[in-house]
């Protein structure tokens, strides 16, 4: 058989990370070395870009303004939020035969990858030749076969430093803070708040996860506990905490829901769960002093707070992703393995793996109290936060013994 011939597409997915942009970049040089790629073409706005040939050609683009784009955050060929079906995947085929891409890089979450596997098997049933690889995205850090995911460890340094700052904030000024962090089902980014503790008094003192079900009455008792201890309490809390039953809690406490574009209660950017969980504490306690942020978008592509070891793994995932597409001829998505203390190899699996499937915390990284996480999860997490980051230290000055007041 010939040699596969023809134009390369790459497109962006889903919610932008810090570091997304390393991968498009990796894709798009990696791809013009290759003789068998004619032309390099980035679709703006994802799917919904491809859908409508909104296509700039990254061919003619130049390395240094390309490198450049690589440290930028967000999505630099903006995304979308549409979830192709079967019909809307067979629409993208028509686009992509119809452009003779022959190659297509798609950079995104679960349901990018469930794209990818649509489209594929789209072009195989109509004979048509194409390499279709998945690149991994996604600071939930959810996806299946992967050890962790590009744009995760850049979040979690986000939610790490912002946690550690409003820990020192409140030891200044006691009371109740609440942190509210991205996660409808997987906990890993809200895991992440504890990876700057030092002392033993410490906050994030709670941190409550969708992967245990989270009971009011119990989080009140964890509070009061928390405060008689410390005199203060600070809390990390997954948007997607849900009761036994598996409902969100966010409905659960609040009277009125708004829901997204594909039907899903919308834990985001609202700022509710913090506000409702606040209003709890106040109701059912004694104190009163309570105060919540919610980081909504804040963690995705927060400039200046991006890690090293992240930046250097979404560059990879893009390179080998043109790798096996034109060195090998494979079609799948590209998945991170960890080797040792720490690197990481890159295989790739089949799509069907990957695609639409979350992975959760598993076990050993929640403390048996379903409040909190473990040394295996710190030992897990810590390498992909990157290097320098700060430790936050305290005066250590021996006290003065009272004269008036002894």
Known sequence: MSQLKGKALVAQGGGPTAVINQSLVGITLEARKCPQIERVYGAIGGVRGILEEEFVDLSQETSHNLELVALTPSSALCSTRDKPDATYCKSLFEVLKAHDIRFFFYCGGNDSSDTVRIVNEEAKRCGYEMRAIHVPKTIDNDLEVNDHCPGFGSAARFVASAVAGANLDNRALPGIYIAVVMGRHAGFLTAASALAKIYPDDGPHLIYLP????????????????????????????????????????????????????????????????????????????????????????????????????????????????????????????????????????????????????????????????????????????????????????????????????
């Open 211 to 406: 992967e245990r079900a989270f009971d009011s009455d119990k989080f009140i008792a964890d509070v009061e506990a928390t405060y008689a201890k410390y005199g203060r309490c600070v809390i990390a809390v997954s948007e997607g905490i849900q009761d036994k039953s598996g409902t969100p809690i966010i409905t659960t406490l609040s009277e009125t829901v708004e829901k997204d574009a594909h039907g899903n209660v919308q834990l985001s950017g609202t700022g509710a769960l913090g506000d409702l969980l606040g209003d709890l504490i106040k109701k059912r306690t004694k104190i009163k002093r309570v105060r919540a942020d919610t980081y909504g978008y804040l963690q995705r592509s927060f400039l200046g707070c991006v890690s090293d070891v992240d930046q250097r793994e979404a560059r990879e995932v893009g390179e080998r992703a043109v790798q096996f597409a034109c060195l090998h001829g494979l079609d799948g998505s590209v998945t991170i393995h960890r080797v040792g203390d720490y690197a990481v190899d890159y295989r790739l699996s089949p799509l069907e793996a990957i695609a639409a499937r979350t992975k959760h915390m598993p076990d050993d990284f929640i403390n048996e109290a379903g409040n909190g996480v473990t040394e295996a999860f710190l030992k897990y997490c810590r390498p992909l936060i990157g290097s320098g980051f700060p430790n936050c230290q305290r005066i250590r000055a021996p006290k003065i013994a009272k004269i008036l007041k002894p």
